[in-house]
């Protein structure tokens, strides 16, 4: 890990430590390296379980209209309209 990643890291937990006994903390750069650090790791195994449910959980409520290429109504200039 280089030093901005490290430094960026422990600023993040040094803030959350403040307030919070445990974190995890997971986060990827622009070129896709992916940095993580938790407080402990049984909590942030339950921390991160718990936050796949919730995605999941909100995910199941998005509703996902696919557009065909030839429709001139997509905004976004992709097939997929959220």
Same mark, same amino acid.
């Given at each position: 890990? @280089?030093? !901005?990643? @490290?430094?960026?890291? @422990? ?36 921390? !991160? ?7 999941? @959980? ?25």
């Amino acid at each position: 890990m @280089n030093k !901005m990643k @490290n430094k960026s890291l @422990n600023y993040i937990k040094n803030s959350l430590s403040e307030h919070f006994d445990n974190f995890a903390v997971i986060a990827i750069n622009r070129e896709g390296d992916l940095i993580w650090d938790y407080s402990n790791w049984m909590v942030a195994i339950m921390l !991160m379980d718990r936050a796949r449910d919730l995605i999941e @959980n909100d995910a199941d409520d998005a509703d996902i209209i696919f557009i065909d290429e030839e429709d001139d109504d997509n905004d976004l200039g992709c097939p997929i309209k959220l």
